[in-house]
């Protein structure tokens, strides 16, 4: 009998949960919200949190040491360096104000096949939206009718 052991296992062996776990957190990282099973994103929440908070400080760190070996423990952890270089750039800076919680679990509900319960993880807050070459021209063209209008009201004034 294992005493005082407090991780969950969900009936696979180290390796594959360490795999698992690997993947899920590559996943979320890159994705920003991933659905699988409810026990498995349980599972990923704390493990996704711990990486956050270490990048942070990472993040905020001005030494060179820190960073690089925080990126060799993230390197366990993730294995990819685009996931890591998001994390650590991106992720930890949105959250830099926020001491924790940075993902939530939402119930989605039962799979087809298995009738297992389904939740999507996703981080609590949402990346700011990228701005497309469109969105810049219709932001252009906008300003462009604005300034028409202005006129036009100046010169009927």
Do not use: C, W
């Not at 300003?143 to 100046?154: D, F, L, R, S, T």
């Amino acid at each position: 009998m294992r005493h005082r052991v407090n991780k969950k296992r969900i009936n696979r062996d180290t390796d594959h949960m360490k795999s698992l776990l690997m993947n899920l957190s590559t996943e979320l990282i890159i994705h920003e919200k991933i659905e699988t099973t409810l026990a498995k994103a349980k599972l990923l929440k704390p493990h996704i949190e711990k990486m956050i908070t270490y990048a942070g400080k990472a993040h905020k760190s001005n030494d060179k040491i820190k960073k690089f070996n925080a990126v060799k423990t993230l390197n366990k952890k993730i294995g990819q360096s685009e996931a890591i270089k998001k994390l650590i750039e991106d992720i930890s800076a949105r959250f830099s104000d926020t001491p924790g919680g940075y993902t939530r679990i939402v119930k989605v509900g039962n799979r087809l096949g298995d009738n297992a319960l389904l939740a999507r993880i996703e981080f609590t807050k949402n990346a700011p939206k990228k701005t497309t070459a469109k969105t810049e021209k219709k932001a252009k063209k906008e300003e462009k009718v604005e300034v028409a209008e202005k006129e036009e009201n100046k010169d009927a004034e």
